[in-house]
Structure formats: C-alpha cells, structure tokens
Nanobody, 120 residues
Framework: QIQLLESGGGKVQPGGSLKLSCAAS????????MSWHRRTPGNQRDLVAT???????DYADSVKGRFTISRANVANTVYLQMNNLKSEDTAVYYC??????????????WGQGIEVTVAS
C-alpha cells in the first residue's frame, strides 16, 4: 500500500513563504506524475501545480511566478515552494502521486491534506 505524508504547512503573513513536502512510502517502483492541489472552504479541490517524471511542470495561473514545484525521485518526494503568499492562497493543500508499485500495480494516491493559512 502506498501512502503519502505531507509536511510544512502552517500560518504565515502575506508576502511570506512556505515550503510543503510530500513523501511516498511503500513498495514504489516508479512515480510518473506528482502534483499539488488545494481546497478552499466551500469550493472543490483545484490543481495548483504538477510535475511529470521528465521534469516538465505546469501551474495554475493564480500561482505562476510565485510557486515552484519540484521532485526528488530518489526520495519519492515532491515539494511546493510558495513565495509571496496571498490571503487567497489559504487552503488545505493535498499532494497526489500516480505510478506503479513493485508488484506492477498502478496507483493513484492522495495525501491527508495540510493546512496553509495566510493572514496578518
């Protein structure tokens, strides 16, 4: 069973920075796509950023130029560096990973979610 563990959330003032981490554990053979999503109260979960196995990344328009997604394949970990945070970035952030286990079973798993609050 593949599990994801997120860390790095918290409260920060507008204009501040946070770095989220998400590490996969279990019998991972390879991870194809890694991504971060967020959910604000009363809203659906939206894609924030994604990074493919070849390193290609993509971002929601609202975070372009402020957020950077990266991955450490050896550690099965994805990061989200968030700079110049705004109040509208306040949300619960979720990581997602899709890949294949050592038993050659495809997986698509989510983290438990981590809170990010941007407020004075």
């Amino acid at each position: 069973q593949i599990q994801l563990l997120e860390s790095g959330g918290g409260k920060v003032q507008p204009g501040g920075s946070l770095k989220l981490s998400c590490a996969a554990s279990g019998r991972v053979d390879r991870i194809d796509d890694m991504s971060w999503h967020r959910r604000t109260p009363g809203n659906q979960r939206d894609l924030v950023a994604t990074v493919a196995s070849n390193g290609h990344s993509d971002y929601a328009d609202s975070v372009k130029g402020r957020f950077t997604i990266s991955r450490a394949n050896v550690a099965n970990t994805v990061y989200l560096q968030m700079n110049n945070l705004k109040s509208e970035d306040t949300a619960v952030y979720y990581c997602n990973m899709q890949g294949v286990t050592k038993s050659w079973t495809a997986f698509n798993v989510w983290g438990q979610g981590i809170e990010v609050t941007v407020a004075s």
